[in-house]
Every structure is written in C-alpha cells, then in structure tokens.
C-alpha cells in the first residue's frame, strides 16, 4: 500500500497561523484526511510580529507539552495531525519538529511560504524556493529529513513558476515526500491551476490549494494533478466544509 493513500482525493485543513491549534483543528478539520496545526514560529526575540500564542521560544520545556496536548486534541476530529514549524535558525526548526514527532504527530512540516521580513531577510519563507538559493534549500531539507522518522512535508507559494518547479524537483529529488503548495486561485482559466500540471508526478504527494471554496473547485485541484486539496480561509467560515468536503470526493472516488 502507498504511505500516503490516506491522503489520495484527500481534504487537508491548511495551517491557520493564530487560529490553527488542537481544539480548533478538531472543530473545522472534522472529517478531513488531515490537519495541519499552526504554523508555529520559534524565535528567541520578544517582538516577533505574529499571533503571540503561536509563537514559541527555543524551549522544548515549553513548547512540548503544548504540542503533545493540541496533537492529542487535534485528533479529536478524526484527522492525522501535521505540524507546521517556521524559524530563522535551523536547529530551532528540528528541535521542534522533532518534538512534535515525540508528540505523536504523524507529520512534521517546514513553512516555506511566509514572506515576513524575518525569514526572507535570511532568504528562507517563500524565498527559500527561489533558485539562488537551492544550495540553501537542500541544506535545510536535507537536515529536517535526517531529524525525523515521520513524513515531511514542505508548504511553498507559487511565486515564479520557473524557480517553484525547480525547487519541487530539488526537494523531491532530495527525498521530501510531500511539497504543499498554495496556488493562489483555483477558477478554471487561473495561473496557478495551469501550473499545477507541471507538478504532476514530481514528487511522490501533492497537496494543492488556494481559493478552494467547494466541491467543484476541490475537483479541479485534485483533476490537474494535486493528490490531496487544502482548504484554507473557506474553512474558518465553515466548520463543516473540510468534512463534507472529504465525503463527496471519496464518493466520487
């Protein structure tokens, strides 16, 4: 069996930075294939400009026993649980995502999306996919796929269709098993939907979304060639979307 059927014509509730923690992944994640809790930052600087509850210090002390009980409380809606981690260090990055393994997460994932100045400046967030820096890239991968056991994905943005392809195949070729990428809009004539036939079969999953509202939307992403759909701002309007969703595409299946 593939490691990741589960997540074939499969429902992904998309990180939801401030939003996305145990309980509320139970809430609006009910019946998807997966939820992703966060993304998390960890920094040891005091102004970091994000949601203060998902900003953590490099302090497994601290942020351990917060992940093992919103993993624990995740699960309540019958998903797998990912976690999203995003940091200018990397060793920061692997301790926690090697914390949330210990935590019993089934998935560990980078945020290579964000464009806050304090990643991009130390060109990581959605610059970390640009080709200068793919020797940047490798490294980081590299290291998290050394760090843990469980399935790593990579969340990206389609920013220049060239470079995001060529980081796809670095990452895959590297052995990343799962890239997540936000396409931005996913109407039928939309850019991001036309790029996503490039990505077909590159790597082993892929997880698309951006714009996904409903079923049909949900069938176009999985019809160019994403294994699974994300469902993002849609799903904080409704509770129930992710899960009737996933119950409509596996009928369909």
Known sequence: MDTFDGLRNGVVLAEL???GDGPYCAQHGAG?????????????????????SFVFKPDRA????????????ARVGGAKVGVSVATVELSHTLDFL????ESEADYASLCAHSSMEMFVNHRLGDHLCRNENTNLLRRWVGAILNAVAIPVVVKIALIDPFDTLNAVRIMA???VPIIHINI???TPDSEGLGFLESLRGVCQCLIAGGGVRDIEGARRVLAAGADAVAIG??????AELCGNLQ??????A
């Open 98 to 101: 090697k914390a949330a393994e």
């Open 173 to 175: 070729d590297v052995g």
């Open 62 to 73: 601290v942020y351990r026993p917060y992940l093992r009980e919103n993993i624990r409380a």
């Open 32 to 52: 998807a294939a997966l939820v992703m809790l966060g993304t998390y930052i960890v920094d040891p600087g005091s102004t970091v400009p994000y949601p203060p």
């Open 17 to 19: 930075g401030g939003y």
């Open 233 to 238: 701002a849609a799903a904080m309007e409704d």
């Open 184 to 186: 931005r809009e996913s």
């Open 247 to 252: 119950r409509g595409l596996r009928a369909t």
